[in-house]
């Protein structure tokens, strides 16, 4: 946690921007990863792991530029998530024939224009005030979700159903299917955000992070730039959220947005690493697995004899003291981790690529 | 510099994306044959997914606990027909990720034997599962609860909101009202507030509260409380204002106890507080204490241990020292005795079914046509020990639910006394409703209705 407190404008710059100098074949290891999971073929790996693993890194991702490469901070995630979730729900229903792709780049959309909105207050407060500022929309827009019945089409009890899962000829509404088009979907993204982090709109961003004084001096216009990180972290959460409600639950239902779940994306962030791509990965790696693993370890470990209750609130203790130990052992998360293992112990493969640029 | 690195970058990514898609075509098919064979397995499988932390675990492991002992009632007395009866847990915390989780972990024995339905408890869950459950052909139960569209089997073939539905429930509250005003035809011009968990299960109701007000003539409020609810008094200052003659408590876990205490602090009468069908158990008024004398639920099931099947499940069960309760002094409570209930349905379902496919462990889809022809009269309840405890029950292609009737009860500090008899639902009234929102449900989703006429 303390590395998002303001009070000390050094405390935001926890973790210089990683150069991708090693892209490629990182990204074909990516890829064959991405790919091994259909030579497996389970739908428990697809729908309940790998499938919320990819949305909530991006949700990551999302919340890192905003916070991990801008330097503002923001607990108002997971409602801008909401915002791409019934933004989506909505297009498609309103705009038949509208194909899916578009009406979820058209939520991500419509959360980027709500995210300018409550971005507006950066261009007055930093920090701690600007936390404010996003709780309240993390408040409002759920409120707001939920309240009017337009927006979850008349239905009572507040939850929309996501339409079949059609691309054109395509039907992927299985399991394999969903977790292709999340891939997809996110890889792009991700692959987008990376560029823009490494372009002006990045250098901009990290110039106001470390110094906004600084940045204006060097002709930087830190409100545009503030701005901007806005709209694209909350562009890619309203991705995040469209794919959060269509390719993993299959609901949307404004309570599915709550405080709870920025929290969540925060450690995601947090444990992974701030300004950094591959840490929103790891972290939300770390915040999906750990605990679906413990409970499948103390399962196996504590058979029936155990009171359950008893077994599920160990596993909590143990999941925070995990948490607290890699804060600990790496303050500026698991992708520094992951790095100092690589220059370390796994030389070969970091000296094999560096030499190979193609 | 940039773009000599992002050109291979972008061929790498559109090679993975077409890669990507084209297998999940081919792989998709394999993945879904895998449930068509017969079962193989040796016993009939439940895969639970239970709560018994934050701030439901009254309801969860009360409910879970009743399952998982009359499980071990069947099984302690041979299984189902010489077919035993297994299960896996997996912790939801009433979360919707964490239910789906646990519904694709638990989905699928671990030693193939066959699943026979999923029973979540929560509407949340249950709203999120309902595509899932339907392509992998396992009933989804939701007894008492649920979406109450599902009743309409036509449209939801999978899902049973089996006993009584959240429409049935409200109608059924509004013709005791009714009665204790003289009349359906006295309600006109009273005031009703509803205070609800802000919940998809609390919300579920409020269009057709809307609808019963307007046709009786009451004037309704209806005020959200957030879940789970532990600070109320802003609403019931609210309610005070609002000065109505009933309550209707939609509540569930701790938002319960609190209300009850904050009504008394506006000094809103209890009595006057009617809860709903999860607002009705000992751990919803208890720790209300004294305040909760007067409080009026309405039930599906009396709690009680004097039942021949709950003596059974005391004798065979928890005397071994196999009982699933943590704290014995439960047993025999509102919620034990729905999870009671539930396994009668369930295990009944599957008897039905074997009738028809063998004595054999069942796939869901033929433990599916055994719950379409659950026909529980009373002769069967005899038989099962439940009379009193299980109401009639027959369901039919077209209608998931089946029952549709309550009973009201009186908190009098120490005990619920039952204070009417069964107090049906205007089921005519609400099944055009129901159907209206199935078809628009088909609509959105794609779905042909099967015709229930040519269902055998």
Redesign the interface.
Known sequence: MAAILPSDPAATQVAPVRTGRRWPLWLLALFTVALLPFAIGSDYLFSAILVPLLILSLAGLGLNVLTGYAGQLSLGSAAFMAVGAFATYNLQLRLPGLPMPLAMAGGGIVAAGTGLVFGLPSLRVKGFYLIASTLAAQFFIPWLLSQYSWFSNGNDSGVVTAPPLKLGPLDLDSPAGRYALTLTIVALVTWGASNLVRGPAGRAWIAVRDMDLAAAAIGIAPGRAKLFAFAVSSFILGVAGGLWAFTYLGTVEPAGFDLDRSFQILFIVIIGGLGSIRGNFLGAAFIVLLPVGLSIAAGVLAGSQVDPALIENIQKVIFGILIIFFLIVEPDGLTTLVDRALRTQFRWIGSRKSGNQE | M?NS??K???L??AA??L???S???K??E???EGLAPAAQGKAQYFPLQ?Y??GPY?AGG?GFFGGFIDYMQLVNARGGVNGVPLSW????T?YD??KG??C???L?KSSDGSPTAATNPLS??IA??T???ST?DKIPLITINHG?TDSTDGSIFPYVFPLQLNPYSEVSAIFNFIGTRSGGLDHLRGKKIAVLYH????G??????IDRLASRYGVTVEKIEVP?PGNEQQSQWLKIKQFAPEWVILRGWGVMNPVAIRTARKVGFPTDRIIGNIWSNSEEDVVPAGATAKGYIAITTHPSGTNFPVLQQIKAEVIEKGQGNL?DPKRFGTVYYNLGVVNGILNVEAVRVAQEKFGHRPLTGEEVRWGFEHLNIDAVRLQALGAVGLVQPLKLSCADHEGGGAVRFQQWDGAKWNLISDWVQADRPFLRPIIEESARK?AR???INPRNCAKES
């Open positions: 940039n690195r992002s291979p970058l972008l790498l990514a993975g994306t890669l990507t898609l297998a999940c075509g792989k998709a394999p993945t879904q239970s018994r932390v675990a492991s896996a847990e997996c912790e915390e919707v990720e789906v989780e519904y694709e972990r989905k509407v949340g709203y999120a309902l595509d899932r392509s979406r802000g919940s998809p299960y919300k579920e109701t409020n269009g057709v879940h943590a449900y959105e989703k794609g």
